[in-house]
């Protein structure tokens, strides 16, 4: 199916105020603000959407407080829409809303929706990367501006966890055509990219018995832009979890903050590119496995595959 990705995000949050100074503090462009929600988008209109936990248009939650509600996906066209709904009516509950979206419910109770993409193609900025030796990547004699403001390109993916990720992946794999880029060994994780997505990864799956969110990943030019970036957000005053440092798998930079919305945040930067000639592998549930370098770290709610220490224990 051709489904690109993560196209927005819906939240129930126990404070909009935190949650909304969240996300324009990260460098989110706000759209609307109200005493019932607020509402964001990245450069090329992925969206995010925050209400109160109580808020009774809300889908249901598989987990008590704030946390993400449902997970738009994105596809490239209504023939693909209606695949989708068609497919996931054979075993499930579909609607289909007034304003273009599907929706339905995964395996482990996660809310996920389906619309034709609003994503905006957008032209990125020159590299102004100086390989020494190579082709300047920046004008010659100019310098890097260190006071921009860095705002995040797009969603670049979302990391759920689940009881049973063997179970979890047949419903994307075998229902709507996920590929499978990596897996770690014994069912502790996988990551996932939809059939029309370049990107690695776009969705991570991993294993724990509390079902819950762990964190959204928010995509931004290079190395340059997740330091200043999470350098920003810090001198805004939220706690930075984990960075900044750089993957194995998936090979993407990397800086995660705690944030208000059930999850850590995080700033990425340069994931592998993959299609289907991409070699998929299944790795060992070991720290080395998990970052090749880290600057500092503490443990995300709930630990998680990229915590090099104290993780990677069997259940």
Same mark, same amino acid.
């Given at each position: 199916? /051709? ?6 995000? #819906? ?5 909009? *105020?935190? =949650?909304? @100074? +969240?996300?324009? &503090? ?124 860095? /705002? ?6 979302? #990391? ?5 990720? *063997?179970? =979890?992946? @047949? +419903?994307?794999? &075998? ?139 069997? *259940?």
């Amino acid at each position: 199916m /051709k489904i690109s990705g993560v196209d927005g995000l #819906v939240f129930g949050v126990d404070s909009i *105020d935190a =949650a909304g @100074r +969240f996300f324009t &503090d990260f460098g989110l462009q706000p759209l609307t603000r109200s005493a019932s929600g607020a509402s964001f988008e990245t450069l090329n209109g992925t969206s995010i959407d925050v209400f109160h936990t109580g808020d009774e248009h809300l889908p249901p939650s598989v987990v008590e407080g704030s946390t993400v509600r449902e997970i738009i996906w994105g596809v490239s066209d209504e023939a693909t829409l209606d695949q989708v709904a068609d497919e996931l009516a054979k075993d499930r509950p579909v609607s289909r809303e007034n304003n273009g979206l599907v929706r339905s419910v995964d395996d482990d109770g996660y809310r996920v929706a389906f619309r034709v993409e609003k994503r905006r193609p957008i032209v990125p900025r020159a590299s102004r990367l100086n390989i020494y030796e190579a082709k300047p990547g920046r004008p010659v004699n100019s310098r890097i501006d260190f006071s921009e403001t860095i /705002k995040p390109v797009a969603i670049a993916h979302v #990391v759920l966890f689940s009881p049973d990720v *063997d179970s =979890a992946l @047949r +419903f994307y794999v &075998d229902r709507l055509g996920f590929r499978i880029s990596d897996r770690f060994k014994g069912g502790h994780g996988a990551f996932l990219r939809s059939a029309n997505s370049p990107y690695h990864h776009n969705m991570f799956i991993f294993r724990r018995e509390t079902k819950g969110l762990h964190h959204i990943a928010f995509a931004v030019n290079d190395f340059n832009d997740v330091v200043l970036g999470g350098e920003a957000v810090l001198k805004k005053g939220w706690a930075p979890v984990v960075g900044p440092g750089r993957h194995v798998i998936g090979s993407n930079y990397f800086w995660y903050f705690d944030s208000p919305c059930g999850g850590a945040m995080e700033l990425t930067a340069d994931m592998d590119r993959a299609d289907d000639n991409w070699k998929s592998g299944e790795w060992d549930f070991v720290p080395q496995n998990t970052m090749a370098w880290v600057m500092d770290r503490k443990a995300l709610p709930g630990d998680g595959p990229i915590v090099p220490s104290g993780i990677c224990e069997s *259940d």
